[in-house]
Each structure stands twice: as structure tokens, then as C-alpha cells.
């Protein structure tokens, strides 16, 4: 039976995987992927050629690799990335200014044509959105849930930790809730490839679908003051100070990253 795991990312696989797996990425300390994560988004954002985004994103599936997750899902699970990357870069690879590609395309708009660099500038946009969307699943896929709450707790200020948390739990109640709907369409013989000839009552199943998990979110949210939820999950655990070697790591990440913008983006070079 088709579900949307196989193109959504599972909160419950992703915490399977976290819990029961062990590899040389699931022994690292949490704040030092914390920390590394964080390093990552600032790669990406400062760094202008194709070149190094491609490495960076290169490196980082080997990470995957090495941490011991499947490919197979990773490729399924980058659906919803790159329906975000056409619909956000797509666009610019006929609006940017440069040479053509090949032969203009007829549209009532007039003549577009891709550019070399409007092509390019498609290249880095996905290598930035695959890279963070790539190392957050494999840090999320190799962390145990109570680190991660703990880190939520320690680093989110209140009641900030709280709708983080809460919303991940929820998260379960919304994905059960759509693979019944989509059960029950593939056992009345619908087929989600009709979805666009038969929006109009698909969109009203998908209504009827949200009102249900509401209401599955607010008894559950009953459930626990009825066990004495009063607005504050307590965490039970602690996460150590990452080791001397991963802190040292972390922190030349760091450096290695801001050194490049000052020399390669803002024209700082050394005396």
C-alpha cells in the first residue's frame, strides 16, 4: 500500500532509525551536530561558487552514507525540496540575464530561453536547499528523540521549547491521519494521478482530514493535563559537553566558513 513515507519524511522512521541504529555519526555528541549544522547553513548562505556548494553538498552525502542511512529514502524524501526548488529557482533560469542555452521557447509571454547563468544560478540554489535539507535528516536520523528534546529545551526559550515539541508529536497524529485518507481513496478505486480533474472533492476530503487530526491533536492534548500537563514538558536526561577533538572541530568549521567570506566574498586578504 502506497503511503506518504514514501515521498514525506517519517517521523516515525527518522525516530527509528535515531533509536535503534548505531554508526560512527549515531556516537557523535548532539551539540556538536547542533553546532555543525549551524556552520552548514552559514556555508551555504556566504558561498557564491558552484564549485564549492557542490563539494559541500558532496560531502555531505557521504556523511549519509557513513552514518549508515538508505540512499533509496533519501531520494524519495527530497519530493517535497524539489517541488520548492522549481517552483522558487525554476523561474530564474529563464529570468536571468546571459547567454542562451540553445533555442528560445515560445510562451504568449514572448520568447524565453535559459541562460548558462540562469542554469547555474538553478545549480546553486539546489545544491544550498539539498545540502541543509540532506545533513538536518541525517542529524535528526542519528540522534535519539530525548537529545533532541533536551536540546530544544536547553536552546529554545519558553514557550517556544514547548510548541517545538508538541508540534513533533502532533506531527505523528497529522501523518496517521493522511495514510488513512489515502487508504481509504486506493481501496474505493480513486487514484491520486485524478487528483487535478477531481480537485474540488479531493479538497474537501483534505478539509474533512484536517478537522479529524484537530480533533485527534485536542483530545490528546486532554489526555495529557488530565496526567498533569500543566505547560511544561520536563526533560529527564542531560546531553554532555561535546569532546575536546568534535569542540575543536566545530569550531575550525566555523572559522574555515568566516574566513572564506571576509577573502573570497568581501575582498579581506591578509597583510
Known sequence: ??????HV????????????????????NPWTKFGIVGALVLTVTVADALAILVGVYAATLVVYGVAGLPY????????????????????????????????????????LSVTWEGAILFAELSCRS????????????????ADIAYLLGRTLPSPIDQVALLTYRFTFVM?????????????RGASLSEFWANRRT????????LLTAIERSERLVKSMEARGYDGDITLYGDVPRPPLR??????????????????????????
Open 202 to 209: 479531493y479538497a474537501r476530503i483534505l478539509g474533512m482530514t
Open 9 to 28: 519524511p517519517d517521523p516515525r522512521l527518522i525516530t527509528a532509525y535515531a533509536e535503534h541504529r548505531d554508526s560512527p555519526l549515531h556516537r557523535v
Open 175 to 187: 501523518i496517521e491521519t493522511l495514510e488513512d485518507l489515502v487508504k481509504a481513496v486506493l481501496a
Open 130 to 145: 539539498l545540502t541543509v535539507v540532506t545533513f538536518a535528516l541525517t542529524a535528526t536520523m542519528t540522534t535519539r528523540y
Open 72 to 111: 533509496k529514502r533519501l531520494a524519495l524524501w527530497y519530493t517535497l525540496p524539489l517541488l520548492f526548488i522549481v517552483s522558487v529557482a525554476g523561474p530564474l533560469a529563464f529570468l536571468e540575464p546571459g547567454t542562451p542555452i540553445g533555442g528560445a521557447l515560445g510562451t504568449p509571454l514572448g520568447e
Open 1 to 6: 500500500m502506497t503511503t506518504l513515507s514514501n
Open 246 to 271: 568534535e569542540l575543536v572541530a566545530v569550531v575550525a568549521c566555523y572559522v574555515a566558513v568566516v574566513g572564506y567570506a571576509l577573502v573570497a566574498v568581501y575582498g579581506v586578504v591578509s597583510l
